[in-house]
């Protein structure tokens, strides 16, 4: 309980931390925009054309008055000392999250399943908690992931709809389980794509594959087995996604 509690503490922290660094990347791209939008475009291009990366930002520009432009370039350059320094942190965090997952003792079946690795293995490990007696069945479990979809009905019109409540931190850790397994897990590429010659949107059958992810979860944890291919993706549950 104690140690499950900790990787929810560092796996919250890390990730925190990496949405402020996202604002501060935020702020040069803003303050780039606005004096000096040549260096927008190198960014935006590979390093194979390093050649016209150079001659966009040597090019010609509007330019600002020097004093705004170097006021521009004192917040660019501060913004710029945050990341350095947040990614610095986000080193130190994410090891001692490492750690702290990796000693758990469900930590090899959750990183057993297809598409997680160790970071978001531990965001669901953590969200998910390890009370063994939490979740009734697969569709509780489901239901708190927010991965379960709500079906209404109304005379002969029936409409699927993604749930609007639940732990948005886990539910977005699932949505981004479900794309990695797309090409870590053959059963689960075949799920997908049976949903979608169905009709259903990428976001839909995302979030259809999410939902048989966490409850293929649910079902190792019951028995406390690693997760097998085989076994998670027989013929007919892909044959019958809807």
Not at 123 to 148: H, I, Q, S, W
Request: hydrophobic residues 50%; contains cysteine.
């Amino acid at each position: 309980m104690g140690l499950a509690e900790a990787v929810k503490v560092l796996a919250r922290g890390h990730q925190q931390l990496i949405w402020a660094r996202q604002r501060q990347a935020n702020i040069v791209r803003s303050a780039l925009g606005a004096f000096y939008p040549a260096a927008l475009v190198g960014v935006a291009r590979s390093e194979a054309r390093a050649a016209a990366i150079r001659a966009v930002l040597v090019g010609q520009q509007l330019e600002a008055p020097p004093v705004v432009a170097a006021a521009y370039g004192q917040v660019v350059a501060a913004a710029v000392a945050v990341i350095a320094s947040l990614s610095e942190q986000l080193a130190g965090l994410e090891a001692a999250l490492t750690a702290a997952f990796t000693a758990h003792p469900d930590a090899g079946i959750v990183r057993s399943q297809p598409g997680l690795g160790v970071v978001l293995a531990a965001r669901v490990l953590a969200e998910f908690g390890d009370d063994p007696n939490r979740y009734a069945n697969a569709k509780a479990r489901m239901a708190y992931a927010g991965t379960a979809p709500i079906t209404r009905a109304s005379g002969l019109r029936q409409v699927v709809l993604a749930r609007a409540f639940g732990n948005r931190r886990l539910s977005t850790a699932c949505h981004l389980w479900a794309f990695a397994a797309l090409t870590g897990s053959p059963g689960a590429r075949r799920y997908y794509d049976a949903h979608r010659a169905r009709g259903a949107t990428h976001h839909q059958a995302l979030r259809a594959l999410g939902n048989r992810l966490v409850g293929i979860l649910h079902g190792c944890l019951r028995h406390r087995q690693p997760y097998d291919e085989q076994l998670a993706w027989p013929t007919s549950t892909i044959s019958a996604a809807a």
